[in-house]
């Protein structure tokens, strides 16, 4: 079986829509009154994500004493822009990938590593919003690879499992493609930001040389989260990280790690709890 890349957007019919306000949203990052009209059009027409930022507004009261929070615009500005974002970002991706029949492994692994590149983004100054989109669909050619060509990929799978070999050179082999490829298509075509581009493309295996941060930021967050089990995978390894990657990003480790991956595993316990 070999896959051109022009069949990738071909078959996109059989995934569901790619939610357009998510797309709105990255371009709204740098204006907040923008954003807040966005926010405010997409909320009116979406119960559940509206029901979603209530619940996290009043997560949030019920610590200060306030009352409960049953209103939308209130709830808005108790979290703040950036928790909104976050969450219409994380539930709208997150749907897109549930709809997609996945496992709940695959869904769990996207918000992991898209949180994970959020937080890492915001200890190196980068923008937030791409990492959190770049990590939630870091995997995304995986996810189109199992919809249009199930039987296919099990192959992968099998081949790879047999053999204990890469898993982009052993589906190169059998498809003459990778999902990373895939996923750079797909990005392309839902004309995401050119950052977000590049790092679902290299996000496994970034390329020599200087690095574009967000790619980066995507591959470390993949390694993080692999490290720590998030989520728990019987046979989950730990991928092993780049250099030129550790080099762009030059930040201080031992410093700022362990209170990032304490942060990160709370947000996750968390984020999985709210977006279920």
């Not at 204990?164 to 750079?184: F, K, N, Q, Y």
């Not at 930021?217 to 998030?230: E, F, P, Q, R, Y």
Request: one cysteine or more.
């Amino acid at each position: 079986m070999q896959i051109q890349a022009g069949e990738v957007v071909q078959q996109l019919h059989a995934l569901p829509a790619f939610p357009a306000v998510v797309t709105r949203i990255l371009q709204t990052l740098d204006d907040d009154r923008a954003a807040l009209t966005v926010l405010e059009q997409h909320l009116q027409s979406d119960p559940v994500i509206s029901a979603r930022i209530l619940a996290a507004a009043n997560r949030l009261v019920r610590h200060s004493g306030r009352e409960p929070v049953g209103d939308i615009h209130v709830a808005v500005s108790y979290l703040g822009l950036d928790q909104v974002h976050h969450i219409v970002v994380s539930t709208s991706v997150l749907d897109f990938v549930k709809n997609s029949h996945c496992t709940s492994v695959f869904w769990e692994r996207s918000l992991a590593v898209g949180l994970c590149a959020q937080e890492l983004a915001q200890l190196l100054g980068e923008n937030p919003g791409h990492a959190l989109v770049a990590g939630l669909l870091h995997e995304v050619g995986i996810l189109w690879l199992n919809v249009c060509h199930p039987r296919d990929y099990q192959q992968v799978l099998i081949e790879q499992h047999l053999k204990d070999s890469d898993i982009v050179d052993t589906e190169r082999a059998l498809l003459g493609i990778d999902h990373p490829e895939i996923g750079r298509v797909l990005a392309r075509h839902w004309d995401l930001p050119a950052d977000i581009v590049q790092a679902i493309a290299g996000y496994l295996r970034p390329p020599a040389g200087p690095l574009p941060p967000l790619t980066g930021i995507t591959h470390l967050a993949a390694v993080i989260c692999s490290g720590l089990d998030l989520p728990f995978q019987p046979d989950n390894e730990v991928r092993q990280v780049s250099p030129d990657a550790l080099r762009a990003l030059g930040v201080d480790w031992e410093e700022k790690m362990p209170e990032l991956l304490g942060r990160l595993e709370v947000r996750f316990m968390q984020s999985r709890n709210l977006l279920r």
